[in-house]
C-alpha cells in the first residue's frame, strides 16, 4: 500500500461501505469497536458474528500487533491495519505487498 493519510484510508473505508458521505459516522463507530478490540480483545474481532475472519495472514497481523515505538505512530498503525480489516471484509479481498 502506498503511503496514505489516516483521512484517505477512513475516506476509503467509506467509499467500500458505499456512499461515502452517508456513512462517514458508521466507519468511524465501526473504526471505534475495532481499535478498543484491537487493544482488549482481539478474539472479538477474529470471531466476530457477522464477519469472522479466515484471511490467515490478516489474523496473524491483528493477533500481533502491538503499539508503535513511536507514540504519534500509534493511531496510523491501527487506521492501516483497520484499512487492511475494511479490504477483507467488504472487498473480499486483502493481499500484502
Known amino acids: 500500500m502506498s503511503e496514505i493519510t489516516v483521512e484517505e484510508m477512513l475516506n476509503e473505508c467509506c467509499r467500500m461501505r458505499g456512499i461515502q458521505t452517508c456513512l462517514a459516522h458508521r466507519v468511524i463507530h465501526c473504526f471505534n469497536w475495532f ?3 484491537l487493544i482488549y480483545n482481539r ?3 477474529i470471531n466476530d458474528e457477522l464477519y469472522p ?3 490467515k495472514k490478516l489474523i ?3 493477533t500481533d500487533w502491538s503499539y508503535p515505538n513511536e507514540h504519534d505512530d500509534t493511531l496510523k498503525s491501527a487506521v492501516q491495519l483497520f484499512y487492511k480489516y475494511c479490504k477483507w471484509i467488504y472487498d473480499g ?3 500484502e505487498k
Open 43 to 45: 478474539e472479538a474481532i
Open 93 to 95: 479481498i486483502w493481499e
Open 60 to 62: 496473524k497481523l491483528i
Open 53 to 55: 475472519l479466515t484471511h
Open 35 to 37: 481499535y478498543k478490540n
